[in-house]
């Protein structure tokens, strides 16, 4: 039990490092995190819920409307890190 409490707190430290250096960088108009950020994000669903996904910025360069994408699934994903209502 407090392995897995230890691991649930690196993650959630770990999300909000992220979240402070997204919001931060976006202040100063540098977007280049956004990528490794839907890269993270793949990857981070791969784990969880076993969707292999492939990111739409690497076949089109700044896919507009969805960026992450499994055919066989039907699935798109959006990564923002934008809360405006139309993000």
Known sequence: ???RQEIIQQFLWGISILDSYISFNS???YHD???LSENFMRDLLKILYDF???NANSEHRNMYGYDLYNVEKKLIIQVSSSAKPEK
């Open 52 to 54: 292999t996904l492939i």
């Open 1 to 3: 039990m407090l392995q």
């Open 33 to 35: 995190i956004n990528i």
């Open 27 to 29: 202040s100063l108009n």
